[in-house]
């Protein structure tokens, strides 16, 4: 059996049932929603994907590729800005629509409307195209929105995601209201928002969020540090 774990923000750990540890956009030492430190990896993290650039989805990832040697799944260009700046040679790049079977399963990277930019030291120079993931991994497809608008590509992801994590702040991202069309448009038998209330300006009250989806698809909403299982 396998399991998602919300850390806040966007940071989403996913632990294969055979106990392979998947990490997503990790920024938990100044993310004020988050539950744990970056420490709470060093004992095993595997892989580290990451969506896009910004510092808040990539603040704690290059201490924790050196500290850990996990693999890092991401755009070739931030996989090769881990090269050579941050001296990481495990990085496998890929690009928004395709896909790689992994010995824990498939990711593919699917498109996402953001703006991006490497927020980190030495950065200039090296650009970010921002994406989701879709990860089919024990039996369940996984789908990681990433920072995104409301996008019509995301039709082509009906009835292929088991379990959507779909940003809900509003400001950076789409809103309830977008993010409830985009239900629509997948048609997800679960449904766990992500990307709000780490600050005031991303704000959301998911009860009303929840009212607004059921019953198209469960709406499970985690607070940092609670597990989903798949």
């Keep these: 059996m396998g399991k998602i774990v919300f850390h ?12 392979t540890r998947l990490l997503i956009d990790p920024f938990l030492t100044e993310n004020p929603a988050a539950d744990v430190g970056p420490e709470h990896f060093h004992d095993r993290l595997d892989y580290v994907l990451l969506t896009h650039g910004h510092f808040d989805h990539v603040a704690d990832a290059w201490d924790l590729l050196r500290v850990t040697g996990a693999t890092l799944i991401a755009t070739f260009e931030l996989v090769s800005y881990a090269a050579a700046k941050q001296g ?20 593919k990277l699917t498109p996402a409307v953001h703006t991006a930019s490497v927020n980190a ?34 039709e082509l992801l009906e009835r292929q995601v088991d379990v959507a994590l779909l940003p809900i702040g509003d400001n950076f991202t ?15 038998r679960v449904v766990i928002p992500i990307h709000f209330d780490t600050w ?31």
């Design 121 to 154: 030291e030495g950065g200039e120079g090296y650009t970010s195209t921002p994406h989701g993931f879709l990860i089919e991994l024990d039996g369940t497809r996984i789908y990681h929105a990433g920072d995104t608008a409301l996008i019509k590509d995301m």
């Design 200 to 230: 005031p300006l991303i704000a959301q009250d998911t009860d009303s969020f929840r009212t607004l989806v059921e019953p198209r698809a469960e709406v499970v909403v985690l607070a940092a540090g609670e597990t989903w299982e798949f």
């Design 88 to 107: 990481h040679e495990a990085g496998h790049g890929m690009n928004v629509g395709g896909g790689f079977d992994f010995p824990f399963g498939r990711v």
């Design 8 to 19: 806040g923000h966007s940071c989403t750990e996913i632990v294969a049932g055979d106990g």
């Design 174 to 188: 789409m809103g309830p209201e977008d993010a409830v069309r985009a239900v629509d448009m997948i048609k997800p």
